[in-house]
């Protein structure tokens, strides 16, 4: 038997929101690796006594998946933590760590998405939606074009910005969002909107719901989720 990894979903900010096979999962692995964040979410159901537990960041989570593949013996299973969803806007450390232990040793259980909670609060629905996650590393250009193109043919648009700490032109974040639409023809002052912060945390949680043109100059969480809004109901009465 090889080294098992499980990429499971958990949360997105919340302990009620992880599945039972992600339990399961949990008390089943040796090894539990993942960010502050997201451990904290799980970190009730560890056995801290048969478990090792590693903390990662973006700077050492390379090394530290490394060392753990090469410390894993055969049969033994590792387990890696996403928040919300592990498919949605995690692919470049899921395919990181596919390359590492093969596609064939990596069990994907998916989690409760912080779009899909987005989704529900706005009544928005995901099939009526464009997603687009600029939370990525990698250039964003194509990403805000086609953000352009979907707010132009009335899609709702269900997105995660782009917080860049340390480098904030690379921001894209919602009043950059709101500017960059205004730039290019975009009626923002007439497109309905909301932010959701820390969704599913019970203390933090926040709402705001306005015109596109309000998020001008307005600063929210690195962790909030946008709506664009131009959802038409329809009904099967109507069909
Ligand atoms: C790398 S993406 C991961 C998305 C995650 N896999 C999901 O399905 O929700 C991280 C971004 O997701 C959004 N996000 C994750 N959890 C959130 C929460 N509880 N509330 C609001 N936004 C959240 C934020 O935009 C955050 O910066």
Redesign the pocket.
């Known amino acids: 038997m090889s080294k098992k990894l499980f990429v499971v979903?958990v949360?997105?900010?919340?302990n009620k929101y992880i599945t039972d096979i992600a339990r399961e999962k949990i008390q089943l692995s040796n090894y539990i690796v993942g960010y502050k964040y997201t451990l904290k979410i799980i970190e009730h159901l560890f056995d801290k006594n048969n478990q090792c537990i590693y903390e990662v960041n973006m700077k050492n989570q390379e090394a530290t998946y490394q060392n753990i593949y090469k410390k894993m013996r055969d049969g033994e299973f590792c387990l890696i933590p996403?928040?919300?969803?592990?498919?949605?806007?995690?692919s470049e450390v899921v395919d990181r760590l596919l390359e590492i232990f093969g596609d064939e040793n990596v069990e994907i259980i998916p989690?409760?998405?912080?779009?899909?909670?987005?989704s529900s609060k706005s009544r928005v629905p995901i099939d009526k939606s464009h997603i687009i996650?600029f939370?990525v590393t990698s250039d964003i250009k194509l990403k805000k074009i086609e953000l352009i193109k979907a707010v132009l043919d009335r899609k709702n648009v269900i997105l995660?910005?782009r917080?860049w700490p340390n480098n904030l032109s690379k921001n894209f974040m919602q009043s950059d969002i709101a500017f960059y639409l205004k730039s290019n023809g975009i009626k923002t002052s007439e497109i309905d909107v909301w932010v959701?912060?820390?969704?599913?945390?019970s203390e933090k949680?926040r709402i705001f719901r306005g015109k596109l043109s309000d998020l001008e100059n307005k600063k929210f969480?690195?962790?909030?989720?946008m709506v664009i809004d131009q959802n038409n109901r329809q009904t099967y009465l109507e069909v």
């Open positions: 979903g949360g997105p900010g919340n996403f928040t919300g969803d592990v498919n949605f806007s995690e989690g409760i998405s912080s779009i899909q909670i987005a996650s939370h995660v910005p917080p959701f912060e820390y969704l599913t945390d949680e969480s690195d962790l909030s989720v």
